[in-house]
């Protein structure tokens, strides 16, 4: 302790009078934090913050609080930018970290506000009228060629390789070997439950889940790890990860101590081998090679449709119309807050740009050049809340990804220690103690629970602006005010300003 | 400065506003193609007085030019003489024009500082027409929207064949008499009274809103606007007159006349099944085909309150929204089709319907001219 000359973040009390010394914080802290000497003792210095032992203590005797520690002030100097000095001193290395973006950086969400019905248009009771969330993902033809008249019609044009979703919400890709297999299993249970869709992430399928190959995307990312003939056939499309918003333009990082044997043989690599996946696929290093890929994804699968995921970099629009021209059915937005295992703090801090703009400079793109239509847009990566996804659609999303908000679903604090594989709610770990916590079904209720509570207030949502179909929102801008933003991202945005 | 022109014109111009409104609408169809002056749906109209509040009134006839009826009937009003001259040399640029004359109207009506109305019959000139590699009818809507875009002080508001559309502020009795409609013949006539919200009107912001032969009046407010104007960019319309009623028009243009959707089929698209609905349709054919109208028109779903009445060159269809949030009444007697906002509209100029009926939601009421007529 004294060597590093780090001081603890956290500092945990254990209120001796109230602890039965029954132990379950001990068991409950994956991080190693207690101890028992004659009574409970803390290492402080270990604790993320993770409330695993708040929660399970029966007595209410552990209190968890920031360290009051004070630092001298300095505006610059901000304590978190000494630490990191001192870490890199202490240690030559990259910091790592885990989950989204935490520093500062303007949502702008939270600076866009929807609109809603009086007098001249009636609002609509969602509890009263059928309220429509249904959406279909994939490439959809420019127009429909129907023949014959009066009442007997024919459609002359198939509208193939469109998965079916009853809500515009699906989770986003979470690798197994980042996340538990209990986690996996939730999030298809879940996925099957709410008529949506799962994404394996970039660590392929654990067998045991291909019966949830309806309601489950593929993906197929730098380091092949886990694709298969099989594989690829079980899900109802394939993502072809490019990048990944809280690491955009770099690999994977999952830490050799996450490798388990179950991981390894899933993920087709050795057991306890750190799994870095390239930072570039070495087989796309341009568009056209993208456009091979994608097409030989299709001939591998009877043309599925097919995904691409992208982290939003500056250049996002010009790119995402490539991918469109491509052949992608599918192009998955990962805004620069969406969340990770592990990444270098540097990358996730710092690079790529915000969803927001991303996807309102996409859509906008795409349709000037008239290829809207081709392609279904996946917003994910800084989604919080309904509100969020409200927003997001209304920019242009067709759905939104959530995955953080999945994992706080199932228990995540947050701590961003996912990397260590140590995580006490059993969900970013592979350690058997520590992932049997998390109940498969017990989870995907719960992120049944979340879904079902976001599908109401986008109905609320989309009742109060008038429309009983979500397709009336999808790109609707023109239900979008700003408030607070510059000028010039209102009109990157293409909203108007609150007033007018 | 007028009321036509004013600033509330130029600030649209700039802006691209949208505004709400709502309105009184109503239309019949002579099947039989037997022509009839432009009083009756006048005084349809009047009984609706109390629908608009002088703030924009208007009609089409259909079949009332037929002495030019193979010509574009192009309708413009005019910011003065500056805007009038503009205008023209875009026009004889691209037009052959065969007759040019002021819209007759008449004196003595509350319809007070109107623009310079004119009407020219024409046709694309030919060499124009092959430079552009349009259609002849894609080629008049770029034409439309070009000058009512870029050229300042014109306004195109009608350019069908055989048909027109007049259209001012005040109510819309006083603006059927202005245009002096009964000494028209039409076999179809459809007429609007305007309610805006929140703006002093504007002349081309009345009713109907037309584009080619298709001529729309509308109540309601389309609350997915933002959405189906986006949508309609995509195939190269600008919305230009910020209100909603324009995407009617053009929604229209685009499903049956450029993706040839049968009219009954658009329906479906703009006042769309719900998916309870669709997913209970037994025969399979059907259901691929209203499935696959909401996977591939999504945007073009006219959400929100809506009753509308469309005309076009051989034809006229009401048209509720997907709940009916706005109300439309439609009769028949004998060769002749109604549609209204109220009953007693219907039966001022139709005093014993054979049948009245109000049409479901999303359900459209169709009137054909027969084939013979």
């Not at chain 1, 021209?325 to 990770?340: C, E, N, Q, S, V």
């Not at chain 2, 048209?319 to 007697?333: E, G, M, Q, S, T």
Request: glycine share 10%.
């Amino acid at each position: 302790m004294a060597g590093d000359m780090l001081t603890s973040e956290f500092l945990v009390n254990v209120d001796h009078e109230r602890c039965r010394r029954c132990k379950r914080c001990i068991l409950n802290c994956g991080f190693g934090v207690f101890d028992f000497q004659s009574m409970t003792t803390a290492e402080s210095s270990k604790c993320v913050a993770c409330h695993r032992c708040v929660v399970f203590c029966p007595e209410e005797a552990i209190t968890v609080t920031r360290n009051p520690l004070a630092f001298k002030d300095h505006s610059s100097w901000d304590v978190n930018r000494r630490k990191a000095i001192w870490k890199q001193a202490q240690a030559p290395g990259m910091i790592l970290t885990g989950m989204g973006n935490d520093l500062p950086w303007l949502n702008v969400f939270d600076h866009l506000l929807i609109d809603a019905c009086q007098v001249t248009n009636p609002s609509i009771d969602p509890l009263r009228e059928p309220m429509e969330l249904r959406t279909y993902l994939g490439r959809k033809p420019d127009s429909l060629e129907v023949v014959g008249e009066d009442g007997a019609h024919r459609l002359e044009t198939r509208v193939a390789g469109n998965i079916r979703l009853e809500v515009p919400l699906v989770f986003s890709g979470m690798s197994y070997g980042s996340v538990s297999l209990n986690t996996h299993r939730a999030l298809a249970i879940a996925a099957e439950k709410l008529g949506t869709v799962m994404n394996t992430g970039e660590g392929g399928l654990h067998k045991e889940l291909y019966p949830y190959r309806d309601h489950i995307i593929v993906q197929c990312a730098s380091g092949r790890f886990g694709v298969h003939p099989e594989y690829l056939q079980s899900g109802v499309a394939v993502e072809i990860k490019v990048g990944q918003g809280a690491k955009p333009g770099i690999g994977g990082h999952l830490p050799g101590e996450k490798i388990c044997q179950e991981v390894s043989s899933t993920r087709m690599i050795p057991r306890g081998t750190d799994a870095l996946s390239p930072a570039p696929h070495h087989d796309i290093y341009s568009i056209e090679d993208l456009r091979q890929l994608i097409y030989a994804l299709k001939e591998a699968t009877g043309y599925k449709p097919v995904s691409v995921k992208i982290a939003t970099v500056h250049n996002v629009a010009a790119i995402a119309s490539g991918i469109a021209r491509a052949g992608a059915d599918i192009i998955y937005l990962d805004g620069f807050k969406g969340g990770t295992g592990a990444s270098p703090a540097v990358v996730r801090d710092h690079v790529g740009i915000p969803l927001e703009i991303a996807l309102a400079v996409v859509d906008s793109q795409l349709r000037s050049e008239g290829i809207r239509n081709r392609v279904s847009i996946i917003a994910a990566g800084g989604i919080r809340s309904s509100a969020d996804a409200a927003k997001a659609i209304a920019l242009g999303a067709d759905a939104v990804g959530i995955g953080t908000a999945a994992l706080i679903a199932l228990g995540c604090r947050l701590c961003q220690k996912c990397y260590t594989g140590n995580c006490s709610w059993g969900i970013a770990t592979q350690k058997p103690e520590l992932s049997g916590r998390l109940d498969p079904d017990w989870g995907a209720e719960r992120l049944v629970n979340l879904v079902n509570s976001w599908s109401l207030e986008l109905k609320e949502v989309l009742g109060a602006l008038g429309v009983n179909a979500v397709e009336s929102l999808r790109g609707n801008r023109e239900r979008l005010r700003s408030l607070g933003l510059d000028e010039q991202t209102t009109r990157i945005l293409d909203v108007k300003p609150a007033g007018r | 400065m007028t009321v036509a022109f004013g600033d509330q014109y130029s600030r649209w111009r700039v802006d691209r506003e949208k505004v709400p409104a709502a309105c009184g609408l109503t239309g019949f169809i002579c099947e039989d193609g037997e022509r009839v002056p432009g009083d009756a749906v006048i005084e349809s109209m009047r009984v609706m007085h109390d629908r608009g509040n002088g703030l924009g009134g208007g009609f089409a006839g259909y079949g009332i030019y037929p002495e030019h009826a193979d010509l574009y009937a192009v309708h413009i009003m005019f910011e003065g003489k500056e805007g009038k001259a503009a205008c023209e040399d875009t026009l004889e640029e691209s037009l052959e024009i065969a007759a040019g004359e002021e819209i007759p109207t008449a004196g003595g009506t509350p319809i007070a500082d109107p623009p310079l109305l004119w009407r020219y019959f024409a046709l694309p000139r030919k060499e124009k027409l092959s430079e552009s590699g349009l259609d002849e009818q894609d080629f008049m809507v770029r034409l439309v929207m070009d000058i009512n875009i870029r050229v300042p002080g014109a306004f195109v508001f009608s350019c069908g064949k055989n048909m027109g559309v007049f259209k001012a502020v005040g109510f819309a009795e006083d603006v059927g008499e202005f245009f002096r409609l009964p000494e028209y013949l039409g076999h179809t006539w459809i007429g609007h009274a305007r309610f805006p919200t929140n703006t002093p009107g504007w002349w081309g912001g009345a009713h109907p809103f037309s584009i080619l032969d298709w001529a729309v009046v509308h109540n309601g407010e389309i609350s997915s606007y933002g959405i189906n104007k986006r949508y309609l960019e995509m195939f190269g319309y600008e919305c230009t007159l910020l209100t909603d009623t324009e995407v009617v028009a053009y929604l229209f243009d685009l499903l049956v006349r450029k993706h040839r959707l049968p009219l009954e089929v658009a329906c479906k698209v703009l006042a769309a099944p719900f998916w309870k609905d669709i997913d209970a349709v037994g025969d399979p054919g059907e259901k691929e085909l209203l499935e696959s109208l909401r996977i591939v028109y999504g945007s073009a779903l006219m959400n929100g309150p809506f009753a509308v009445i469309v005309g076009y060159s051989r034809g006229m269809m009401g048209l509720n929204d997907r709940i009916k949030l706005r109300p439309l009444v439609a009769a028949r007697k004998d060769e002749v089709l109604y549609v209204s906002s109220e009953e007693s509209a219907i039966r001022q100029i139709c005093p014993r319907p054979d049948r009245v009926w109000a049409p479901n939601a999303g359900q459209p009421v169709i009137g054909r001219l027969r084939g013979d007529a």
